[in-house]
């Protein structure tokens, strides 16, 4: 996903979220599942362990996506999962504002998201940055976080 | 429940899910109330496992009911469980069409669910028959889906 | 939060569910942000174990909340956890009315919360009363709601 | 299970834990396998939901059995389930001495057990008991729990 | 990992779990965390949600390694979790004889794994053949592995 | 717990896990256990949800103490809790060693906690410091995290 595509102006907005209960797949299957609904373009996906009738553990598949694409998902999931139902509501949401910015860290530089939501203000380092950094160079994810936030200024600076 | 009660023709419906959060009762006993609801007509009835204030390891359990039955189901969890307050609302549906049929392999006539959504065709041995069949002839579950599998043509043979 | 402030009469309301998914905040940091939610009047506060895409366990916090107080805690929310986004929906909740009784035990007086709701009624010790006792006496919790127990007439009685 | 068997002298032995990672077999059939272990005469069965690599759902069974049986529960485990190996290691228990009375209640009598470890006494009421009268009676299972608690004296009564 | 890598012929051997609980830690840096661990060689990691004090969901991390390797993924786990503390312990394992073949399906070859324990015979489509065509067919899994499924023949055969 | 007790010099040590499944317990109780087990001097103490017989939803309580004391502790869960047995394992733990040092922050003086383990260093705020600031200035415990981050200085320097 480019990071172009993820700034954010709007402070709420509306979200599908699609579910299923899955007792008849297997863990394999879903992490397949899994990349598939990203693949195609869904905004989260996650797995919540349940338990079912007759003993089963199971799993509760829980999409949000655009309301816009309810009927493309609703397809997908019918094809690529076990379930033969699927249950969707819309809900709100309520959005932090969203800007990048680049930050020069001994690492090398690394994108910083900075949320807003009136008074409001988060900083936080990219993952990908972050994990490209960590694999490349051999150390833990939270030392380059530790070295990003070392260069941070607050926003207002 | 008969298979002819599971024959479903409509693409979607609605469907109440009702929820309450039990951090003052055993799992001994959300077992019994379990086989109540289920009993009573419940569509679907699932735990979570849920952290709830004060270290409480607690479950939620989540009921999908007729939208009709609303009421009937409120009274029973309120008597059933140790919960004072249930909320619910009412899900949208989109449902594949089910219909069953029977197919012979070295075990035993198995019954076969065929679910169809426009284009998308599923095909799901009955749990039921498959596990009567792995108990009495002593195998494991899943050789019997191996077997009704080599013996199932496409839906459109 | 006194007794008297939890006296209910009516039988059925609404109450907000706010809910986020967090892959990016610590355990350590989430028990601190239960405590500022459940400080700042949440109705409840309870978290579920899920599993987000790329390997992440992660924790989906869940927020039952007054519907006029859901712009004080969407921003606690993006104040106080890691995410940049929360989503909400209004449920509809069916609750027993509630009336406390004090009762006689060995241990001495506890407060029993009479719940009702038509002709269902349950009897609930309080467990911040038992809680004390337990600890102050070094008895096992169950050992003092089996106390209550025995001292408890129907409530017909 | 007759209770004479479940009288219990000892304070301490041991106990084989046996346990594999499920993420190639599906929620009914865990629960179908939990039956088949159960019926061969496994001390306990529990899963628990785990989180694999390529983000699979999965479930880790759990056994304990008696060390003599090691064999016939890892052969009916690597039969019944989809793992290609098990692993299990011997635990001590320390384990509280049982006996059984009859209480006389308002339902009818009831089992309890009473488990002593030293100085340390609890009485439990028998769930098959309590469960069966919940059933029949269409009362919750913590009221036949209350009224039992009511019947019962002290140990050294 | 290559297929030959994986052929095994004795039916016992040990193997060293490591764990450690992690409330300190992001889901994002876990996910991190198993991609190192798999990348050394772990012979397997996995994740189990846990309820620490202080209302803290957490992590317990579990991986299984050749245990003349303890020292080098001791080191691995001090590194690049936050814990300051590992504990471990040796497993025995029964294990079945695993072999390869290939199967020619409507979809095109794909690895079985046929693993042996005595009598006990399983055949088990290879995950990454089958989601390689799921992916580049776009089917859903299951289908594939039904596909495989027709095709096989008895072990025996 | 004094920081001065934490100081630990020893690389490797051992501990007794104790754990016991608990379906007939309320996850109120649960969470009073944890308190006992903590204050009596336990070194973890931690739940895990399971799924146990009978479609009971149930908990596995865990606790990491000194083998020292396991029969003071084994007394503590039979009489504190509803389990009639427990058992227990003794692990080996490779642990790093730990100083504290104290850096100040806009916020105020915060400990952090130096580990090391040959050429692995880790540097922790002390969880209680940092809650307290974030508690009584009222900003997000990663704001103040951040803080100390941005104050400490690599360990060799
Ligand atoms: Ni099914
Ligand atoms: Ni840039
Ligand atoms: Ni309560
Ligand atoms: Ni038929
Ligand atoms: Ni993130
Ligand atoms: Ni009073
Ligand atoms: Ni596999
Ligand atoms: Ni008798
Ligand atoms: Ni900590
Ligand atoms: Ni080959
Ligand atoms: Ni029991
Ligand atoms: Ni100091």
Redesign the interface.
């Known amino acids: 996903k480019k990071l172009s595509n993820q700034l954010v102006n709007c402070k709420s907005d509306t979200?599908l979220?699609i579910e299923a209960?899955?007792?008849?797949?297997?863990?394999?299957?879903?992490?397949?599942?899994?990349?598939v609904l990203?693949d195609a373009g869904a905004l989260?996906?996650?797995?919540?362990?349940?338990?079912?009738?007759?003993?089963?553990?199971?799993?509760?598949l829980?999409l949000?996506v655009n309301p816009a694409e309810r009927e493309k998902f609703?397809?997908l999931l019918?094809?690529?999962?076990?379930t033969?139902?699927?249950?969707?509501?819309t809900?709100?949401?309520?959005?932090?504002q969203?800007q990048f910015r680049s930050v020069a860290t001994t690492f090398g530089p690394v994108h910083v998201?900075v949320?807003t939501?009136?008074d409001?203000v988060?900083q936080?380092p990219e993952?990908e940055d972050c994990?490209k950094i960590?694999?490349e160079q051999k150390v833990?994810?939270?030392e380059v976080y530790?070295e990003v936030?070392?260069q941070?200024t607050r926003p207002s600076d």
């Open positions: 979200v979220l209960n899955l007792d008849d797949q297997t863990g394999e299957s879903l992490g397949f599942v899994m990349d990203l989260d996906v996650f797995f919540t362990p349940i338990h079912m009738k007759k003993n089963r553990p199971a799993t509760k829980s949000l609703v397809r019918l094809k690529y999962t076990r033969i139902g699927v249950r969707y509501q809900l709100q949401r309520s959005i932090m969203r998201k949320a939501y009136g409001i988060k936080t993952y994990a960590a694999h833990a994810l939270e530790q936030t070392r941070l």
